[in-house]
C-alpha cells in the first residue's frame, strides 16, 4: 500500500520558514512526479508545487513563487517543501500526493483533487503573530 507520510508543519509567524517533509516508506518517490498541496478551511485545495523526477522540472503556484520552494533528497527518499517569507494566506493543511506518472502537467490537470491516486494524511501549518 502506498503511504506517504508529511511533517514539519507547526506554527509560524509572517516573513518566518517553515520546512515540511513528505517521505515514503513502501516505494521509491525517484519513479513519480510528486506534488504539494493546501487547503485552508472553507476553500478548495489547490495545488502548490510539483517537482518531476526524471528533469527535477518544478511547477510553482503564483502564490508561492519566489518564496516557496520544492525539492528532493534522494537519500532519504524524501520530497521537501521550503517555505519562505509565510504570509498569513499560506495557513493550511498541506498535503503531499503522487500519481501514476512522471508529469507534473498530468498531475496537475486533473480535474478533481481525488483523482490523483495517493495522499499523505496532512500537516498544519498555521501562521500568527
Known amino acids: 500500500q502506498v503511504q506517504l507520510v508529511e511533517s514539519g508543519g507547526g506554527s509560524v509567524r509572517p516573513a518566518e520558514s517553515l520546512r515540511l517533509s513528505c517521505a515514503a516508506s513502501e516505494f521509491s518517490l525517484d519513479t513519480y512526479a510528486v506534488g504539494w498541496f493546501r487547503q485552508a478551511p472553507g476553500k478548495d485545495r489547490e495545488a502548490v508545487a510539483c517537482?518531476?523526477?526524471?528533469?527535477?522540472?518544478?511547477f510553482y503556484a503564483d502564490s508561492v513563487k519566489g518564496r516557496f520552494t520544492i525539492f528532493t533528497d534522494k537519500t532519504q527518499n524524501t520530497k521537501y517543501l521550503q517555505m519562505n517569507n509565510v504570509k498569513y494566506e499560506d495557513a493550511a493543511i498541506y498535503y503531499c500526493?503522487?500519481?501514476?506518472?512522471?508529469?507534473?502537467?498530468?498531475?496537475?490537470?486533473?480535474?478533481?483533487?481525488?483523482?490523483?491516486?495517493?495522499w499523505g494524511q496532512g500537516t498544519q501549518v498555521t501562521v500568527s503573530t
Open positions: 517537482i518531476e523526477n526524471l528533469n527535477s522540472k518544478t
Open positions: 500526493a503522487k500519481d501514476e506518472e512522471d508529469s507534473c502537467r498530468e498531475m496537475l490537470s486533473k480535474p478533481k483533487w481525488w483523482e490523483i491516486g495517493s
